[in-house]
């Protein structure tokens, strides 16, 4: 069975109008894998390279295309004079040519444009955005939108043509399908991006205060340079969701290396006390939760050599 992230993007034109989504150009890249592990859970995710791996359309409007906006995309009204109407379009984001593919999300790089014009169309898969993926792996990214966040990956095999032009909807979800992909072949869940699309956004540099000019240049400092005493300031203010989710997260996750800093400290005591080697840390896998890691000692042998015989030894509750 063939697992499917589909990566959509919409194109759009006139305001939306009740049912009426005035989307002009529905584009679709879907990324896959048909590894999966003995537990069931897939790996090693590939962007579709095949012709019914993607699919783009002109979509005509309820209305006109303003100005403004075929200066964005170049798609003019009469382009979509003879094109299909979404209500004809919509079955394409879920539907599957064959019955071993089995579309698990959608993906969307901000995703709040493309969910709520697409609605029911959806049905009930669940969505994935790539921004605030991108915000969270790869925060010292100078920005994160969808065509910069490509070039500071700059990730094998995407093909510049068809990555051609920018503010169309086949090229923008194939550019978007890499960064999805670089994510989950990181070693990230689909189930752990849906996770984070569903939180607030984890903000890259805080701009608030003193804060905003770190460096001089005005961009911000790094959350995780701020002082915990400002970041518990900014919980007991009013601040955007995203702020607060970010201050919060980076107190919480300071308490987290703390607390393992003294368990890593305490167990190095007692392998001291038996004469056995230091570990040197703990690794946190993808979920973030914190693991001792035996591994990595400061012994060069394969395995702890025997602790010294004597009075003061002592039984590790390990």
Request: glycine share 6%.
């Amino acid at each position: 069975m063939r697992s499917v992230i589909r990566v959509i993007d919409l194109e759009t034109g006139p305001d939306p109008l009740g049912a009426e989504p005035g989307i002009v150009e529905y584009g679709h890249t879907d990324v896959w894998t048909d590894q999966h592990d003995m537990l069931g859970n897939p790996f090693d995710w590939r962007v579709g390279q095949m012709p019914d791996d993607s699919t783009t359309t002109l979509v005509k409007p309820y209305g006109p295309i303003p100005p403004e906006t075929s200066g964005i995309h170049n798609i003019t009204n009469g382009d979509v004079a003879s094109a299909p109407s979404w209500e004809k379009v919509a079955p394409f984001v879920t539907f599957v040519n064959s019955p071993f593919k089995k579309i698990v999300a959608l993906a969307a790089h901000n995703i709040e444009a493309e969910k709520t014009l697409i609605g029911r169309a959806a049905g009930d898969l669940p969505w994935i955005c790539t921004y605030k993926v991108a915000l969270r792996l790869w925060p010292e990214a100078a920005s994160h939108s969808n065509n910069a966040i490509r070039y500071y990956l700059d990730p094998d095999g995407l093909d510049p043509a068809q990555a051609c032009p920018v503010h169309r909807a086949l090229p923008d979800s194939y550019i978007t399908a890499f960064t999805l992909r670089e994510a989950l072949n990181a070693g990230h869940s689909f189930e752990t991006l849906i996770k984070w699309t569903n939180e607030p956004a984890l903000l890259p540099r805080c701009k608030i205060g003193k804060w905003r000019d770190y460096g001089g240049k005005g961009k911000g400092t790094p959350w995780s340079e701020v002082d915990s005493g400002f970041l518990s300031w900014i919980l007991t203010k009013d601040f955007d969701e995203n702020t607060m989710h970010t201050a919060s997260f980076h107190l919480a996750q300071r308490e987290i290396d703390q607390r393992n800093a003294w368990e890593l400290d305490e167990l190095n005591r007692q392998y001291r006390k038996n004469g056995m080697p230091e570990t040197e840390r703990f690794e946190k896998p993808d979920e973030e939760k914190p693991f001792t890691d035996f591994s990595h000692t400061k012994s060069d042998q394969r395995e702890h050599p025997k602790p010294t015989a004597c009075a003061d030894t002592q039984e590790l509750p390990l």
